[in-house]
């Protein structure tokens, strides 16, 4: 007969988890993550450290799923937490993935969830400002116009490229004088490492 546990709570394989992480002094945690758990670890030994202890709590209590069902998980250099909510965001860029986070106020990370409840706080860093584009990988053109946005003019082009000229000060500066009741965003709409593509965007004042 078995008398082990079959364990059917996956809470309490994480507390265990949490507790063991906590006893071995680990800097790895676990954290909140699209409505489920994230497993943030910290280095290659933790890891390795952590599987030994989930292996072998699985074989003790002959559950039948691995972590990866349980979890996600990665490693503290492409993840964070949102330093507003708390909620693990991955931080790497990739190209057609929508980004999952941004720096603002030089260096709060906040992620497209917190962003969203205080967009018009964070539009405020875009305003008349040609040091900055909002990126389109983070907001959509949708969501500008919802800002009561409408478009200027398209197809800027700037970079290291023959006639990629476009000098986002200069359209700027033009735009304000000749519209003065109106505020300006820059949209980046696409690029290369060596060159960008973008529009502008404005609204009433
Ligand atoms: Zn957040």
């Known amino acids: 007969m078995n008398n082990k546990t079959q364990i059917t709570n996956i809470e309490e394989l994480i507390c265990k988890l949490n507790k ?116 389109s990988a983070l907001f959509t053109e949708k969501e500008l116009l919802n800002l009561e946005f409408e478009k200027v003019t398209e197809n800027f082009e700037n970079g290291l490229y023959k006639s990629m000229n476009d000098d986002p000060k200069s359209i700027l500066n033009d735009f304000i004088n000749k519209y003065p009741n109106k505020e300006f965003v820059f949209f980046l709409e696409g690029g290369s490492p060596y060159h960008a593509e973008f529009s502008l965007y404005s609204r009433e004042l």
């Not at 503290?76 to 980004?99: K, L």
């Open 20 to 135: 063991h992480m906590q006893d071995n002094n680990l800097n790895s945690n676990i954290y909140q993550y699209n409505g489920g758990s994230f497993l943030l670890l910290e280095n290659i030994e933790e890891e390795g450290q952590i599987n030994e202890f989930l292996e072998q709590y699985i074989d003790d209590n002959e559950i039948e799923y691995n972590i990866d069902m349980i979890m996600s998980s990665g490693f503290s250099d492409e993840y964070a937490t949102c330093h507003n909510c708390g909620e693990i965001v991955n931080t790497q860029v990739y190209e057609h993935r929508q980004v999952e986070c941004l720096i603002v106020n030089e260096c709060e990370l906040l992620c497209k969830k917190c962003l969203d409840n205080n967009l018009d706080q964070f539009i405020g860093e875009f305003i008349n400002n040609s040091n900055k584009a909002i990126n």
